[in-house]
């Protein structure tokens, strides 16, 4: 499990980058810059899920990272609909 956490956070944070402070080498990993939003948004939606997986984590902070992480995704559709 904690590679896991490591590579999506990895990927998280690679992308975060490439959208917001290098926005021109998008074109280069076809991406524009509303699908590198919905991937960051999907990432962190992993991210969180995955922290719901952990088996160490008390059962109010399960419910929480569950709840976060169907917000994402939820916003991410949303968001997903009105942009497309």
């Known amino acids: 499990m904690g590679i896991l956490n490591v590579v999506f956070l990895a990927l998280l944070l690679g992308t975060a980058i ?7 080498h998008l074109p280069a990993f076809h991406l524009t810059w509303k ?4 991937l960051i948004m999907n990432l962190l939606s992993a ?14 902070w399960r419910a929480a990272f569950a709840t976060m992480a169907l917000i994402v995704m939820v916003e ?7 942009w497309y």
Not at 35 to 38: E, G, H, T, V
Not at 48 to 56: A, M
């Open 35 to 38: 699908a590198a939003q919905m």
């Open 47 to 60: 991210l969180l899920l995955l922290g719901f997986f952990h088996k160490s984590v008390t059962p109010p």
């Open 76 to 82: 991410s559709v949303l968001m997903t609909g009105v």
């Open 18 to 24: 490439l959208t917001y402070l290098w926005p021109e």
